[in-house]
């Protein structure tokens, strides 16, 4: 069964605090996905990484950075959390080659909650 | 670059009612489309493809390329259709190709 895990269902955190906020896959996918959810907004794509250590950012990377030393890991990093950060931050994985299929799969979520 | 839009952000129907779900593109090239569903307290999930042609859970979707439409209908609604549902789009091939575009969705409420 594929999975998608995500480090916390919930944090809350500090302004100016470092977050890490952690996804492991276990379907050895070369392609992983951070994205956050707003209501009204729908999914915007933080960053992504089609291979260890190789990492592109997405449509709003600000604020973020992202690390990929390990294949079925993926982390995303707020180097200093604000209010504005507050969101659902979903990860995904999908396989190569990308015509195979556009499958992403995704976790379950991390509702995040700076103070 | 590409753009998906679903106009409506939330539809109501009764039970047993047509569904139709709207989403629109923009896109260049030979895209793939997809929807992908939330319910409730569940992780999001793909419902269907377009390049597959397949009918789940009672849903179906045409790409029509003349009008840069991907609509998602079903004949007679259920309660538990009751959902979030995004349309997304991904480029046919070249870089960038595993990237997904996603609408900004459309809650579906089925009224008993």
């Known amino acids: 069964d594929v999975k998608v895990t995500q480090s916390s269902r919930y944090l809350v955190k500090r302004t100016g605090e470092k977050v890490f906020l952690e996804c492991v896959q276990d379907m050895d996918h070369e392609n992983m996905f951070w994205y956050r959810q707003d209501p009204g907004l729908g999914l915007r794509l933080i960053y992504f990484?089609?291979?260890?250590?190789?990492?592109e950012k997405g449509d709003i990377p600000e604020g973020y950075s992202v690390s990929r030393e390990k294949k079925e890991r993926f982390s995303l990093i707020l180097e200093s959390a604000s209010t504005n950060q507050t969101s659902m931050y979903l990860c995904?994985?999908?396989?190569?080659?990308?015509?195979?299929?556009?499958?992403?799969?995704f976790g379950p979520g991390t509702r995040l909650l700076v103070l | 670059a590409q753009r998906v839009t679903q106009p409506e952000k939330l539809l109501s129907v009764f039970k047993g009612a047509p569904v139709e779900l709207k989403c629109n593109y923009s896109y260049s090239g030979s895209p793939e489309l997809f929807w992908y569903v939330q319910y409730s307290r569940q992780r999001l999930q793909l419902l269907l493809r377009?390049?597959s042609r397949e009918s789940i859970k009672g849903f179906t979707a045409d790409l029509n390329k003349g009008e840069t439409s991907f609509h998602l209908k079903k004949p007679f609604a259920q309660e538990e259709d009751s959902a979030m549902y995004y349309c997304?789009?991904?480029?046919?091939?070249?870089?960038?190709?595993?990237?997904?575009?996603f609408g900004k969705g459309t809650k579906l409420s089925v009224i008993p």
């Open positions: 995904a994985s999908s396989p190569r080659p990308s015509g195979s299929s556009g499958t992403q799969y």
């Open positions: 997304a789009l991904k480029k046919g091939s070249g870089a960038g190709s595993y990237q997904l575009t």
């Open positions: 377009h390049i």
């Open positions: 990484s089609y291979d260890v250590k190789m990492k």
